[in-house]
């Protein structure tokens, strides 16, 4: 007989298109990072991801920021295809089952690339144009299981979309004509919420708090200072969250204290990041 407690694994993916990072950029990202001027060529790469360049002790960390699996991108909509449809395959789904006998189940978070000045990475810009694809995706292979859910990064103030931005008030153009059209053109309205760079201020928190009730954002784990540009929760503050995995209602002052707001924040750590990744004490934690 099965226990009567349910303990229930989500998989968050924020699903943003095809990215492209030429190698000059992957060397530009070095110097915005660690402050590290080197010539940009595979062999120096190399170098970087097994640590055969001295840069008095931080090898460690460049070489978790440029591993070869987070520079493995998805450039173009056949690649980014190619890797769904084995996702979404009953082979991939039922290689772990649950107590029972289901297969892995997905939500994909879709956000739109609007309102850039610029577009470096080729990302797919237009309204509904990733969202499309997954709805299409799902319908085609009968994959009912899974959901679509919402995923959203504020604009930076120059609207270049390499800048990373946390202010959903000087977005809010952009954001309403996005949550607008999938109502009118999708008949469709989000539920559940992954917050772009992991990241929420008062104007996310009261925004959230008034039209979507469940949100997967809590990142509360230890903190990773070695990488510099996400250091001291640059990019997501929750080091006075709960670390529960049940969730908890925020308060209206404070997301990351426990309070009277009427929508629930997850914990939700990373897989295969250079920060806040799962762990398996984090897995025992939540049994």
């Excluded at 991801?49 to 998805?74: H, M, R, T, V, W």
């Excluded at 504020?154 to 959903?168: D, V």
Aim: proline share 5%.
């Amino acid at each position: 007989m099965f226990n009567s407690k349910i303990l229930y694994v989500v998989h968050c993916v924020d699903t943003e298109g095809p990215l492209n990072e030429t190698l000059d950029a992957t060397f530009q990202r070095l110097r915005s990072i660690f402050g590290i001027q080197l010539k940009p060529t595979r062999e120096n790469l190399t170098l970087l991801q097994n640590k055969k360049i001295d840069f008095s002790g931080k090898e460690d960390a460049i070489a978790k920021c440029f591993a070869p699996a987070l520079l493995k991108y998805n450039d173009n909509w056949f690649e980014l295809e190619k890797m769904v449809d084995e996702l979404l395959s009953s082979s991939f789904r039922k290689q772990y089952l649950d107590d029972f006998g289901n297969g892995w189940v997905y939500s994909w978070h879709c956000m739109d690339h609007i309102g850039y000045l610029d577009n470096p990475r080729h990302k797919d810009v237009g309204y509904g144009n990733i969202f499309r694809f997954y709805k299409s995706k799902l319908a085609e292979l009968g994959c009912s299981q899974d959901e679509i859910n919402w995923h959203f990064h504020p604009l930076s103030l120059t609207r270049n979309p390499i800048q990373a931005a946390t202010s959903y008030v000087n977005s809010y153009d952009v954001l309403t004509q996005i949550l607008c059209r999938r109502i009118l053109e999708e008949n469709w309205f989000p539920v559940v919420n992954r917050p772009g760079f992991h990241s929420e201020r008062p104007d996310s928190h009261s925004f959230l708090e008034q039209w979507i009730p469940f949100d997967y954002a809590n990142q509360v784990c230890k903190i990773e200072q070695d990488q510099p540009d996400i250091a001291d929760g640059r990019f997501g503050d929750w080091n006075r969250s709960p670390e529960s995995w049940r969730g908890y209602n925020p308060s209206h002052d404070d997301y990351q204290e426990i309070g009277s707001c009427r929508r629930l924040i997850f914990r939700c750590l990373n897989v295969g990041t250079r920060l806040r990744s799962l762990s398996i004490n984090h897995v025992h934690e939540a049994f």
